[in-house]
């Protein structure tokens, strides 16, 4: 989804939201990211051009645009939580060696059956598939080590 900062006003205006410079900025850059960033990640981006922007703020900001529906913590087991403004059914790949999440957009994986075995009471609202492996660079073996480049798991002959 690419917004420009007028688009992101008004989409603001229509959840009811306050557009502060940083605010605007915070979800400029995630919704124009494919990174799934961090709160840390994102006030890295956009300390440089708003000096006074603090790591709280980024995180309050974080946590109201995504009460008002706008963003969507993604939790795929790193220890720190990352964020994604791409509201559209989805799925990702996680690599375990770098930590890169990538979006799956495949129809087929919105229809799956619900599994067997679940209480028949039970109404599930949504569900996400993450498939884990190694990208293609932390895959590559190293030359002086027979691990990969986080040490996570050996590296293949």
């Given at each position: 989804?690419?917004?420009?900062?007028?688009?992101?006003?008004?989409?603001?205006?229509?959840?009811?939201?306050?557009?502060?410079p940083q605010r605007t900025a915070i979800y400029h850059v995630l919704?124009?990211?494919?990174?799934?960033?961090?709160?840390?990640?994102?006030?890295?981006?956009?300390?440089?051009?708003?000096?006074?922007?603090?790591?709280?703020?980024?995180?309050?900001?974080?946590?109201?645009?995504?009460?008002?529906?706008?963003?969507?913590?993604?939790?795929?087991?790193?220890?720190?939580?990352?964020?994604?403004?791409?509201?559209?059914?989805?799925?990702?790949?996680?690599?375990?060696?770098?930590?890169?999440?990538?979006?799956?957009?495949?129809?087929?994986?919105?229809?799956?059956?619900?599994?067997?075995?679940?209480?028949?009471?039970?109404?599930?609202?949504?569900?996400?598939?993450?498939?884990?492996?190694?990208?293609?660079?932390?895959?590559?073996?190293?030359?002086?080590?027979?691990?990969?480049?986080?040490?996570?798991?050996?590296?293949?002959?």
């Amino acid at each position: 989804m690419k917004l420009s900062l007028e688009d992101i006003q008004h989409k603001f205006r229509e959840y009811g939201l306050k557009s502060t410079p940083q605010r605007t900025a915070i979800y400029h850059v995630l919704i124009h990211s494919t990174a799934h960033p961090t709160a840390e990640d994102l006030f890295a981006q956009v300390s440089p051009a708003h000096p006074m922007l603090s790591l709280n703020t980024v995180y309050y900001t974080l946590s109201v645009l995504g009460t008002a529906g706008l963003v969507r913590e993604v939790n795929v087991g790193h220890d720190r939580a990352r964020y994604d403004a791409n509201l559209t059914p989805h799925h990702h790949v996680i690599c375990q060696g770098c930590q890169n999440i990538i979006d799956v957009m495949d129809p087929r994986l919105d229809c799956l059956a619900s599994p067997s075995g679940l209480p028949h009471d039970f109404e599930i609202t949504s569900y996400q598939v993450a498939f884990r492996g190694y990208c293609g660079t932390c895959r590559q073996p190293q030359a002086s080590t027979t691990t990969s480049p986080t040490g996570n798991y050996p590296a293949s002959s």
